[in-house]
């Protein structure tokens, strides 16, 4: 198998949890802390989650530019996300 035939599997794999998990769970998330609630532990840890996928997930955007977009976008979102949680929690 040739590197960018693993790259392939690794992106697509990627892929799937992002939409299958990830994607779904953060936009609950930003809901959630955008109607003013904190984040619980595990919601913490999923974050956390994330944000280690998202240093592998620029790695290929790296290497693929075709990606970058969607890895800004995501991390994008994931701060709004940290952010507002942090008001949240500043709040109460």
Do not use: C, H, W
Request: aromatic letters at 6%; charged letters at 30%.
């Amino acid at each position: 198998m040739s590197a960018s035939q693993k790259d392939a599997g690794t992106i697509q794999a990627m892929l799937q949890r992002l939409n299958n998990q990830r994607l779904p769970r953060a936009l609950e998330l930003k809901a959630r802390v955008d109607r003013g609630e904190r984040l619980a532990e595990g919601d913490i840890d999923f974050l956390q989650s994330v944000f280690a996928d998202a240093n592998q997930a620029q790695a290929y955007a790296d290497k693929y530019p075709e990606y970058r977009p969607l890895v800004t976008r995501l991390i994008a979102l994931y701060s709004e996300i940290t952010g507002k949680a942090l008001e949240n929690e500043q709040k109460s």
